[in-house]
């Protein structure tokens, strides 16, 4: 148990770093450029989403489809929360500076970052016949087929 919440804390964290990481660019790189601080937050949310499109690979690969979502779960909320809250102070800003427009767009636009990295690594798992319900399906079939019939005497 220990060694899950590990892993799903060490995906927040480093999700969480992702975002400090461009917030930091930002600031220091082009502070007054919006065309290049949108290129910056875009690719975030490219690195965030392919972050997750590889671990939804991966995990998906020995955890039930239950315990994989609520894994990714658990890191995302972790994460956003961070993001949202922690990650303006760390820059010398609040978390409320740009308005609620702002604050929300963060939300959404980070769910659907996270969203898109999950469904498109679990749908590639899936296609491929890896995940682990195909593959629980595929060790029954190899049981089933293995056994030798019962003779039945009358």
Do not use: C, H
Request: glycine share 10%.
């Amino acid at each position: 148990m220990r060694e899950r919440w590990r892993a799903v804390g060490v995906l927040a964290a480093a999700l969480f770093v992702v975002n400090v990481v461009a917030r930091l660019v930002i600031k220091f790189g082009f502070p007054d450029n919006d065309t290049a601080n949108s290129r910056v937050s875009l690719a975030m949310f490219l690195v965030i989403g392919l972050i997750l499109a590889v671990l939804a690979f991966r995990w998906g690969t020995d955890r039930p489809v239950g315990r994989l979502a609520g894994d990714l779960a658990a890191a995302v909320g972790v994460a956003l929360a961070l993001t949202l809250f922690v990650g303006p102070l760390l820059v010398g800003d609040s978390p409320f500076a740009g308005g609620a427009g702002t604050f929300f767009a963060q939300i959404w636009f980070y769910l659907a970052a996270t969203a898109a990295g999950v469904l498109v690594g679990y749908l590639g798992l899936t296609a491929l016949g890896r995940d682990y319900r195909s593959r629980q399906l595929e060790r029954f079939a190899e049981l089933k087929a293995a056994k030798p019939r019962k003779v039945v005497r009358r």
